[in-house]
């Protein structure tokens, strides 16, 4: 069974940056395509942004440009570099295989972007 902890989240201003951090257990991390997903209050979960080795990284179009994801899978962790943050960044974060999680949902970590 492969569980996912996020952190890194927190309260930042409009404009400002945050990186969250995705500590993997489990031995085969390295095999897996690894994405952030969000959600907003009332909101389905979406996926942000993914990685894998075959065609690198990927964005959804809100945060192209904006956000960064990379891993280390000798560490198994995944990270989030999210930069030129706005409001409507607010979410909790998830970390999960993608582009569909495979596994259960951790209990994310919190971003709150104010205006």
């Known amino acids: 069974q492969v569980q996912f902890v996020e952190s890194g989240g927190g309260l930042v201003q409009s404009g400002g940056s945050l990186t969250l951090s995705c500590a993997v257990s489990g031995n085969s991390f390295g095999l897996y395509s690894m994405g952030w997903f969000r959600q907003a209050p009332g909101e389905q979960r979406d996926l942000v942004a993914w990685i894998n080795s075959v065609d690198g990284s990927n964005y959804a179009g809100s945060v192209k440009g904006r956000f960064t994801i990379s891993r280390d899978n000798a560490k198994n962790r995944a990270y989030l570099q999210m930069n030129s943050l706005k409001p409507e960044d607010t979410a909790v974060y998830y970390c999960?295989?993608?582009?569909?999680?495979?596994?259960?949902w951790g209990q994310g970590t919190q971003v709150t972007v104010s205006s």
């Open positions: 999960n295989t993608a582009p569909h999680n495979l596994f259960d």
